[in-house]
């Protein structure tokens, strides 16, 4: 498996100024694309994770997609996410509106947007603009945190919520009520060596100001960043 499925027909496609190559589908996968997994081990909760990602196109433009994460330590979902996501090939651009929920609130809104400047003529070398912003009240998830820590102090210090409280504070991190952007600079190498191929990508998160940084090798994915945050992906 390649760490970017279809990317040689992405690469070439795009030259081009085809649509699929922009949604990264050949023509037979334009209306239904198989469902991705990866097992996910991380330096915030330390526990093995199943993640789950189906894609659905339901126009050229269109494409409705969900992911969900299993905790294989507690045995339950950690998360679930829906979105439906539209893409403008002519411009290389996404806009994704979506709904999720997690252990700690039942549901929360976000819109993220996404634009690509290509570098050079081949498409290996990109630009990338992110943003993200949540529309959850951040009031209504201090006070829910609020209760837990108290509920949690009452029960005393036991190994078991000792790691519940680890994965506590890394969904406060990745569910934050604050607009989030980076921008990306990425470089792909299909058939970097025989049978291997390679993906670099050096990010600025603006919000936060952290560096972070992505190596992916066919199956593997290792991101780290500035503050000591990192997480490998195994992808099946």
Not at 41 to 65: F, P, R, V, W
Not at 140 to 159: A, F, I, P
């Amino acid at each position: 498996m390649n760490i970017d499925r279809g990317l040689s027909k992405n690469l070439k496609s795009e030259n081009n100024g085809s649509q699929l190559g922009f949604l990264g589908l050949s023509r037979a996968e334009s209306e239904i694309v198989e469902m991705e997994t990866s097992l996910r081990y991380g330096a915030g909760s330390k526990t093995l994770k199943l993640h789950a990602k189906e894609k659905i196109c339901l126009d050229s433009n269109i494409m409705l997609q969900a992911h969900a994460e299993l905790d294989t330590y507690v045995g339950i979902p950690t998360h679930l996410v829906v979105m439906m996501r539209h893409f403008y090939p002519q411009y290389m651009a996404s806009i994704d509106v979506g709904v999720h929920c997690n252990k700690k609130k039942p549901v929360g809104y976000n819109i993220r947007v996404k634009k690509e400047f290509l570098v050079n003529s081949v498409g290996n070398i990109r630009i990338n603009l992110k943003g993200i912003c949540n529309l959850d009240r951040p009031e209504r998830m201090e006070s829910r945190n609020d209760g837990k820590r108290v509920t949690q102090k009452r029960k005393g210090k036991h190994k078991a919520i000792h790691r519940e409280q680890e994965q506590e504070q890394e969904q406060e991190q990745e569910y934050e009520y604050k607009p989030k952007g980076a921008v990306e600079l990425c470089w792909y190498k299909y058939k970097f060596q025989e049978d291997q191929d390679m993906r670099l990508k050096v990010g600025y998160e603006l919000y936060n100001q952290v560096p972070y940084f992505q190596i992916c090798e066919n199956n593997w994915t290792v991101n780290f960043d500035m503050n000591g945050k990192w997480d490998v992906r195994f992808h099946l």
